[in-house]
Nanobody, 120 residues
Framework: QVQLVESGGGLVQPGGSLRLSCAASGSIFRIISMGWYRQGPGKQRELVAVTNAGGATNYADSVKGRFTISRDNAQNTVSLQMNSLKPEDTAVYYC??????????????WGQGTQVTVSS
């Protein structure tokens, strides 16, 4: 009953910017954390950035200083502002969230993924 929907992916030239957004909906009691993962061609899925309810953030070393994650708790959304994009940022980006659907039940949820391609 919980769904995550991403948007904002696309094609951009190196050095350009994109902003990804993810909206959570459904039977949400409380969102513990929301974040972004990515999986490039022939690579494993990796953490890009995550933020918890208190606003603490964590970034992969490869994106520090270039990407910024933000969360709107009222709207149950999370965004990823990606600047100074590099070809190695090319991947399918997945929204992830740990969500309580009641006071005791929680689970991890994933979006369907959105393609980001950085190429000249």
């Amino acid at each position: 009953q919980v769904q995550l929907v991403e948007s904002g992916g696309g094609l951009v030239q190196p050095g350009g910017s994109l902003r990804l957004s993810c909206a959570a909906s459904g039977s949400i009691f409380r969102i513990i954390s929301m974040g972004w993962y990515r999986q490039g061609p022939g690579k494993q899925r990796e953490l890009v950035a995550v933020t918890n309810a208190g606003g603490a953030t964590n970034y992969a070393d490869s994106v520090k200083g270039r990407f910024t994650i933000s969360r709107d708790n009222a709207q149950n959304t999370v965004s990823l502002q990606m600047n100074s994009l590099k070809p190695e940022d090319t991947a399918v980006y997945y929204c992830n969230a740990y969500i309580y659907t009641s006071t005791t039940d929680w689970n991890a949820y994933w979006g369907q993924g959105t393609q980001v391609t950085v190429s000249s």
